[in-house]
């Protein structure tokens, strides 16, 4: 059966999965309200296109923290990619950079930020999470800008893991042929059984809870590495950011796997959007499967979106071929949308492009 759209990927790789893998990611946390709202709250913004606009050349080109890329859709970090499928973040990287886009490799890759450079020329962030021992976190940031990694992608919503019951009932755990790779010589680089989820034990034992403000300015003091801070929801937190130097923030609920009941990200993106009042750019990270969702996010002030699950799902299900099919894909429905919608360029992208449910009613053109 032909693919035709990002979504019959999840299908494929549950058949394909171990059950404890394919729960690990398809899951969120507690009830799963957030995880299922991140996809439905798309579905309560609709369209306003413009008509009888020459659409015949488009371009989807941007430029993400001074570097170009193809298009405004970027590769997210999610762990331990090797479960998936053998060649895991090798795979997924040489996927992005045949994209002519960015990767995010996730701190628990089952690759190390060495290997993942290895495979060629690409432009690629890393995302960090911040251990308690701090000279494990300098020497890790160290080891990705001397790879040639662009920026770091700190996230700030985990001070412990959210609760997902498909992990606790699984007794999930790393496979035992495999590794969080950048940890290896350290020492932690593997996941003990235990008697619910083995990567919530690791997390407690691991990850520092004191994580606040001051660790953004202190990161800045160890790399000069611009600073994305992913985990923003709010406005207020949004105007901190932007006071304590980062170079971006990423609007996400963490696929929707910390705390439930959050909004989803693109309910959230646009009070986040106008904290920053322009000064630096915004993403939205979180429930993007459509090219039309990704016109959404740029409409409500998004610079840029990443996509996480689907990345997983595809390289399941095709390795390599399937996330460059995924992000071909979205290219191309992303580009249909534009022309669609009468716009040529991201530029030409706006509000009014769009109608939600939170918008207060328009006045009624004049003829």
Known sequence: MEITNVTEYEAIAKEKLPKMVYDYYASGAEDQWTLQENRNAFARILFRPRI????????????????????????????????????????????????????????????????????????????????????????????????GFKAIALTVDTPRLGRRESDIKNRFTLPPNLTLKNFEGLDLGKMDEANDSGLA?????????????????????????????????????????VQA?????????????????VPATISALEEVVKATQGRIPVFLDGGVRRGTDVFKALALGASGIFIGRPVVFSLAAEGEAGVRKVLQMLRDEFELTMALSGCRSLKEITRNHITTEWDTPRPSARL
């Open 201 to 241: 034990s690791y997390v407690a034992g691991q990850i520092d809870r004191t994580l606040s403000w001051k660790d953004v300015q202190w990161l800045q003091t160890i790399t000069k590495m611009p600073i994305l801070v992913k985990g923003v929801i709010t406005g207020e937190d949004a105007r901190i950011a």
């Open 52 to 147: 009888l606009i020459d659409v015949s050349k488009i371009d989807m080109t941007t430029t993400i923290l001074g570097f170009k890329i193809s298009m405004p859709i970027m590769v997210a970090p999610t762990a331990m990619q090797k479960m998936a499928h053998p060649e895991g973040e090798y795979a997924t990287a040489r996927a992005a950079s045949a994209a002519g886009t960015i990767m995010t490799l996730s701190s628990w890759a089952t690759s190390s930020v060495e290997e993942v450079a290895s495979t060629g020329p690409g432009i690629r962030f890393f995302q960090l999470y911040v251990y308690k021992n701090r000279n494990v976190v300098e020497q890790l940031v160290r080891r990705a800008e001397r790879a």
């Open 245 to 261: 130097g980062a170079a971006g923030i990423i609007v996400s609920n963490h696929g929707a796997r910390q705390l439930d009941y």
